[in-house]
């Protein structure tokens, strides 16, 4: 707790997160970060108004043959 205030950290998939992200800034959510790219998916996170990191991420698609990314 660097600041004083509790913080906590959740990520949740989302089928579209091109119409997740468009969705929180519509709502004018703030971001925490822009879209990332990661070996298994891209994901980006807003705050919520105590400061706690919502994480929201979409899976890439397996390349034929694979099981796993």
């Not at 509790?6 to 997740?20: G, N, Y």
Request: hydrophobic residues 45%; aromatic residues 4%; glycine residues 8%.
């Amino acid at each position: 707790m660097p600041d004083g205030k509790p913080q906590a950290s959740l990520t949740l998939e989302v089928a579209d997160l091109d119409a997740a992200l468009k969705a929180a800034k519509a709502g004018g959510v703030t971001l925490a970060f822009d879209v990332m790219e990661f070996p298994p998916c891209l994901m980006f996170a807003v705050k919520d108004p105590d400061g706690n990191q919502i994480g929201l991420h979409q899976r890439k698609a397996k390349p034929d043959g694979v099981d796993k990314i």
